[in-house]
C-alpha cells in the first residue's frame, strides 16, 4: 500500500505570493490533518478534514486554509505568504478521525519564503 | 528505504510505574530525532536528540540517544494517568530535508 504522498516537495515562493500545497492520504483513509514544522515552534497543527468537512482547526490565521476532496485528498493553502511562513509542511492520514487512530506521516513539503 | 520503528506498538500500565519506550531507526544523514505525545490531534514536541549519550530530561520524562546502535528511549517515571497518550518518534534528514515518523506507542495508563 503507497503511503501518504505531498507534491511539491520543494516550493520558493516570495512574499505576498500564495501558494497550494498537495497530499494524497493512504488509500482508504478518510482523516488528513495538516502540521506546520518550524526549528524553534516544532510540530504545530494547522486543521483535520474529514469526509470532505474541516473538523478541528489549530490557531493559524485565516491566510491558511484547506479543503478536502471526494477521494481523501486534501489540499492547502496560503494566501499573502509572509516569511515566517517558511517551515516544512506535513500532512498526516488516519482511517477514522478520533484520537486514538494511528497517523501516518508524508515526507513533507518545504516551502521557503523570500 | 529509511525507515523508523517504535516498539511496543501498545502498552497499558498502572498509574506509577516506569514505562520506556523505544524507537530504533535505519536512515542515512541522520540529523535529528524528535520525540513527541499526541494526546488529541496536535503531536507536543518533548525532546530533540543530536548526540549520543546525553540525556535530555523533562519532569517525569527522559530520552537518550544512541547513534551507534542507532535507537532512542522515551523513559516515563511514577507514570499519571494524563501520560496516557500516542508518543511518536521522529528523524530528520539532512537528505532531501525529510521527516519520517514512526508509527507510535500507544501508552494507557490505568488508575
Known amino acids: 500500500k503507497a503511503g501518504v504522498t505531498q507534491t511539491p516537495r520543494y516550493l520558493i515562493k516570495t512574499r505576498g505570493q500564495q501558494v497550494t500545497l498537495s497530499c494524497s492520504p493512504i488509500s482508504g483513509h478518510r482523516s488528513v490533518s495538516w502540521y506546520q514544522q518550524t526549528p524553534g515552534q516544532g510540530l504545530q497543527f494547522l486543521f483535520e478534514y474529514f469526509s470532505e468537512t474541516q473538523r478541528n482547526k489549530g490557531n493559524f490565521p485565516g491566510r491558511f486554509s484547506g479543503r478536502q476532496f471526494s477521494n481523501s485528498r486534501s489540499e492547502m493553502n496560503v494566501s499573502t505568504l509572509e516569511l515566517g511562513d517558511s517551515a516544512l509542511y506535513l500532512c498526516?492520514?488516519?482511517?477514522?478521525?478520533?484520537?486514538?487512530?494511528?497517523?501516518?506521516f508524508g515526507p513533507g513539503t518545504r516551502l521557503t519564503v523570500l | 528505504e529509511d525507515k523508523v520503528v517504535q516498539s511496543p506498538l501498545s502498552l497499558v500500565v498502572h498509574e506509577g510505574d516506569t514505562v520506556t519506550l523505544n524507537c530504533s531507526y535505519e536512515?542515512?544523514?541522520?540529523?535529528?530525532l524528535l520525540w513527541y505525545k499526541q494526546e488529541k490531534k496536535a503531536p507536543t514536541f518533548l525532546f530533540m536528540l543530536?548526540?549520543?549519550?546525553i540525556e535530555k530530561k523533562s519532569g517525569r520524562l527522559s530520552s537518550i540517544l544512541d547513534k551507534k546502535e542507532l535507537f532512542s528511549i522515551l523513559n516515563i517515571t511514577a507514570t499519571q494517568t494524563g501520560d496516557s497518550a500516542i508518543y511518536l518518534c521522529?528523524?530528520?534528514?539532512?537528505?532531501?530535508?525529510?521527516?519520517?515518523f514512526g508509527k507510535g506507542t500507544r501508552l494507557h495508563i490505568l488508575p
Open positions: 498526516a492520514s488516519s482511517l477514522w478521525t478520533t484520537s486514538t487512530d494511528t497517523q501516518y
Open positions: 536512515v542515512t544523514n541522520f540529523r535529528s
Open positions: 543530536t548526540s549520543s549519550g
Open positions: 521522529a528523524v530528520e534528514l539532512n537528505r532531501d530535508d525529510k521527516i519520517i
